[in-house]
């Protein structure tokens, strides 16, 4: 039985709670969960016993690649740059040319698992045509990737599909499950196995809110929606399994405070099973000394304040909401505009303090297996180039050489992957907030103390 199958019954509280919902799903849309049971006792599964902690860094083939094909936010981008609604996206970052660059740049600060998504819209330039060019360039990608010892991770769609698949009806179209499954047969076919990882969907609630945003859905289609997206999901776990019975296959979904058990509901409880591992995006938290997250509502995410130690609580929520399945952070990082934040927090200080209270979370016997930063390199932040959560700074509206210039979180990241995290005796930078509203009254009377021990998180 899905997770909306048990609201049937219940109109009233579907119609007052998706608004709900939605509206935090906007409010920490960036960019950047499976049957409720009884609460798990840590150390219930180790971090990937014999493989190591995977140490990571993220990107999107829309966000990066520039040279963007057509797809329902190309024609959104194309529709709206000229009256100044969105930025053009240009050839973003042109990581399309310059992957050899950016992927050298992760390696360098020994990062061992490097995700990317690989286009469908690139690769099915017509229904049920497969560009094969387009494909050798994924090869030499990927490769690259493995050459220097890194594990990928393949999102198979992140926000965005084929202009064909938008003129049928987009993921709501009679046979975009079915066009779905040929394109994950089709990917995991020619690129699974020697440890690559997979992403079906990246945030199936946010994608939702992006695809309202740019008036391919209403409100109404939200359960059609989730429904199309879980039966996908499923055609593609099996495609990976198939091509690799050793897959590892999640769903990533945002961690929203205050709405976690409604969000496992209407998503993690549809996929418990075809889930090999726990996918997490956090970015925000909310507590009553920190109200910030409302300001990703209109879209300032350098305003809103971080709070590194919200890291503790998803997992903690996660670890017992699923006992028995590894945890990855898929996306985490922080936002700047243009470059600066007024509050002058650094990103190798966020950094530190993030792994900091994810290694508390190890040493407290939670199942974390890997972290990954969003994002390696500035990107299209879905109509804009203000906000900047890359480890390398590209200012791409004012520099037509894209240079990649470092910011603080490179000289963090490469201590923090050849240290196995911060050093014993580290403590965080940044002040925990008080009384997280996620986890009222716990985090009011004993929240989560700083003292105590770390663990190592040895790579891979």
């Given amino acids: 039985m899905s997770g909306l199958a048990r609201w049937a019954g219940h109109p009233t509280i579907i119609r007052r709670a998706l608004p709900l919902l939605l509206a935090l799903v906007l409010a ?18 180790p971090a990937a016993p014999g493989s190591g902690f995977h140490w990571g860094v993220a990107t999107s083939g829309f ?10 936010w190309k024609r959104y981008v194309d529709a709206t740059a000229p009256t100044g609604q969105a930025d053009p996206v240009g050839d973003a970052v042109d990581f399309w040319n310059r992957y050899e660059e950016d992927i050298a740049n992760a390696a360098a600060m020994g990062v061992n698992t490097f995700r990317l998504s690989v286009e469908w819209a690139r690769i099915e330039p017509a229904p049920g045509e497969y560009d094969d060019e387009v ?26 599909y084929p202009g064909w698949l938008a003129d049928r009806g987009g993921m709501l179209a009679d046979n975009a499950v079915e066009s779905f499954g040929r394109f994950a047969d089709l990917i995991t076919d020619r690129w699974a196995g020697a440890g690559t990882m997979w992403v079906t ?41 198939r091509a690799d019975p050793a897959a590892m296959v999640t769903m990533n979904e945002a961690y929203l405070p205050m709405a976690t058990e409604f969000t496992d509901t209407l998503v993690g ?19 009553l000394n920190n109200l910030t997250a409302i300001n990703a509502a209109w879209d300032d995410f350098a305003a809103v304040r971080p709070q590194p130690e919200g890291i503790y609580e998803a997992v903690t929520h996660y670890a017992q909401a699923y006992p028995g399945k590894p945890i990855y952070i898929v996306e985490n990082g922080i936002p700047t505009l243009n470059g600066g934040r007024a509050d002058g ?51 791409v509206l004012t520099d037509p050489t894209l240079t990649r210039q470092p910011t603080s979180g490179v000289d963090a990241y490469r201590e923090i992957i050849a240290g196995g995290g911060v050093p014993d005796g580290y403590r965080p930078v940044l ?30």
């Fill in 28 to 45: 920490v849309a960036v960019a950047p969960q499976l049957q409720p049971s009884a609460a798990a006792q840590p150390g219930g599964r």
């Fill in 135 to 160: 494909l050798r360039h994924y090869d030499r990608i990927i490769d690259t990737v493995r050459r220097h010892g890194m594990t990928p991770m393949i999102t198979m769609v992140h926000f965005v």
């Fill in 63 to 72: 966000q990066v690649e520039g040279s963007n094909p057509d797809s329902n």
């Fill in 345 to 395: 927090i650094e990103r190798g200080d966020f950094l530190r303090d993030t792994v900091f209270w994810l290694q508390r979370a190890v040493a407290d016997g939670y199942p974390v297996i890997g972290y990954n930063h969003w994002s390696l390199v500035d990107n299209y932040e879905w109509g804009d180039y203000s906000a900047r959560f890359g480890l390398y700074r590209v200012n």
């Fill in 269 to 287: 409880d549809r996929v418990a099973d075809v889930v090999d591992y726990v996918g997490i995006d956090y970015y925000y938290g909310v507590a």
């Fill in 201 to 241: 969907f990246n945030e199936p609630l946010v994608f939702f809110k992006h695809e309202m945003t740019i008036g391919r859905v209403a409100f109404t289609d939200f359960s059609r929606f989730l429904d199309t997206i879980e039966a996908a999901h499923r055609l593609g776990y099996a495609a990976a399994h």
């Fill in 431 to 460: 002040p925990s907030a008080w009384c997280s509203l996620a986890t009222i009254p716990d985090s009011c009377i004993g929240p989560v103390s700083a003292e105590g021990p770390l663990t190592t998180l040895a790579g891979r």
